[in-house]
């Protein structure tokens, strides 16, 4: 009987040291499953149509700069701003949290349209132009538009000759709106000044 009862102590303290040694104590036995990537799927027509337009009062806008002209810059910073506040991104086929960020970049994109109607001189303009930029480009990659390329381009000397300014565009071909075609030292001899430094394309992906 005492054999008995020391074989059932053996065994118990051996099936302790087991779970001690080889089960890490008192952790679970099973993992929490690790927290998935946020996914989103293609953009649909009803948010893809306003968002070509406000695409399309930007492009506006960046060549009314190249051209040096203010009064159209004012007038397609009001019509930016506006469009842009129209695009539904409760549509997107995404994430809260990527639909919280869009929404983030979109209303400082609307800020910077509307200072830029505000504002009395090119530099001024161009300046609120960059920053709304780096908006819009932030932007474009967060809700994944897959309509064109978009070229994400840089300036090296946007301000004062040493600035860099960065832009977009939907071709390869450089047109500097920071430096134009009316330039009062360079007249229109910097217009190619510039880098594409990246491409969106989310078309087939």
């Known amino acids: 009987m005492k054999k008995g009862l020391l074989l059932i102590g053996i065994t118990a303290i051996a099936v302790a040291v087991y779970f001690i040694f080889f089960t890490g104590g008192a952790e679970p036995l099973t993992k929490a499953p690790k927290q998935q990537p946020l996914v989103q ?3 649909s027509d009803v948010f893809n149509k306003p968002f070509n337009e406000m695409l399309d009062s930007y492009f506006a806008l960046k060549n009314a700069l190249v051209e040096w002209d203010s009064v159209t810059a004012a007038k397609q910073g009001t019509t930016l701003a506006g469009l842009t506040a129209q695009v539904p991104y409760e549509t997107l086929k995404a994430d809260t949290t990527i639909i919280a ?3 983030s970049f979109s ?3 609307s800020a910077e349209a509307l200072g830029i109607s505000g ?3 090119l530099e001024g303009m161009r300046r609120s132009f960059y920053t709304l930029s780096e908006n819009l480009y932030n932007l474009l990659r967060t809700v994944q538009y897959d309509q064109q390329i978009i070229y994400h381009d840089k300036c090296p000397m946007a301000f004062n000759d040493q600035e860099e300014g960065y832009w977009l565009s939907n071709t390869k071909e450089i047109i500097n709106p920071y430096l134009g075609k009316k330039h009062p030292r360079y007249a229109s ?3 190619g000044c510039g880098s ?3 491409s969106l394309d989310y ?3």
């Open 101 to 103: 960020t869009a929404k």
């Open 189 to 191: 001899g910097m217009i």
């Open 41 to 43: 799927g293609k953009n």
């Open 196 to 198: 594409v430094e990246d």
């Open 203 to 205: 078309r087939s992906k």
């Open 107 to 109: 209303e400082s994109v």
């Open 119 to 121: 504002e009395t001189t």
